[in-house]
């Protein structure tokens, strides 16, 4: 792992987007995935800069999202997919040759599954997977006691996510199940990197990154990634 400390959010997410433009650089028909949410919202946005400034091309490139709450689409505010299409997709002056945003509202979310490891398939494996960390240590919604093992697949919630992330719904939603990219799919990553900002993430990145390689903390698994950044700000990096 190689862990990059920045003096703040803006200083992460700028490095965050270099990192993952100069891993796509390197195979421009390759697959990018980001994660949803506040914490990549500012590496979403200044890759978007870099593509329309013509730093990074993604005309061959392929997009994937990590992971969707089960019963939310992606027109659903708080869900992932509508994070993407706004944060992402309305900026971006250009076009990936394709992209592939989980459904978590489908009527059969088996098949919706099946759909995203399909598309892994065809298109994979990861070129560069950009992600966050949750308070219990899941990578997308690879939950704590998550199998390795696992491609994608769908999730009870932990209850940690469930609380934390009501930030996302308020009241107006309760989820219970996650549809994700599966840690096997995320380990095959050419690149990796892990993102976190803030004084409350602290304790699980140390844990994450100094700790024993467990399912108990999921994102311990990225210490045996070849290639792994791990990009933080001061404040999530203090306990390190
Ligand atoms: P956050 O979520 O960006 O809302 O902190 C991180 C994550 O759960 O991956």
Same mark, same amino acid.
């Given at each position: ?18 990192l993952? +433009?100069?891993?796509?650089? =390197?195979? /421009? ?10 914490? !990549? ?28 709450w089960?019963?939310?689409? $992606? ?8 994070? &993407? ?10 076009s ?6 989980? $459904?978590? +509202? ?10 995203? &490891? ?6 994979? /494996? ?29 999730? !009870? ?17 309760h ?9 096997? =799919? ?10 976190? &900002?803030?004084?409350?993430? +602290?304790?699980?990145?140390? =844990?994450?990154?100094t700790? /024993?390689?467990? &399912? ?6 990225? =210490?045996?990634? /070849? ?14």
């Open positions: 792992m190689e862990i990059i400390v920045c003096k703040d959010y803006e200083e992460m997410s700028r490095k965050a987007a270099e993952s +433009a100069e891993g796509l650089r =390197q195979h /421009p028909d390759g697959l990018l995935s980001f994660a949803g949410g506040d914490t !990549p919202l500012g590496t979403v946005h200044a890759f978007a800069d870099m593509v329309n400034k013509g730093e990074v091309d993604i005309s061959r490139a392929h997009y994937v999202s990590l992971d969707e089960v019963g939310l689409s $992606n027109t659903d505010e708080g869900s992932c997919g509508l994070f &993407n299409e706004r944060e992402f997709f309305a900026r971006l002056e250009k990936f040759a394709s992209r592939h945003i989980i $459904n978590g +509202a489908a009527v059969d979310i088996e098949a919706e599954r099946d759909a995203l &490891n399909a598309y892994f398939a065809a298109h994979g /494996p990861l070129t560069v997977s950009v992600l966050g960390i949750g308070m219990n240590g899941h990578l997308g919604f690879n939950e704590d006691g998550v199998s390795f093992d696992l491609d994608a697949h769908i999730i !009870p919630l932990s209850d940690t996510t469930k609380r934390v992330m009501s930030k996302y719904f308020g009241e107006k939603f989820p219970t199940h996650g549809i994700s990219q599966g840690i096997r =799919q995320i380990m095959a990553a050419e690149r990796v990197i892990l993102i976190a &900002n803030g004084a409350h993430k +602290a304790d699980i990145i140390r =844990q994450a990154i700790g /024993p390689v467990t &399912n108990a903390v999921p994102a311990s698994v990225l =210490q045996n990634h /070849p290639n792994c950044y791990v990009v933080l700000d001061e404040a999530a990096a203090a306990k390190l």
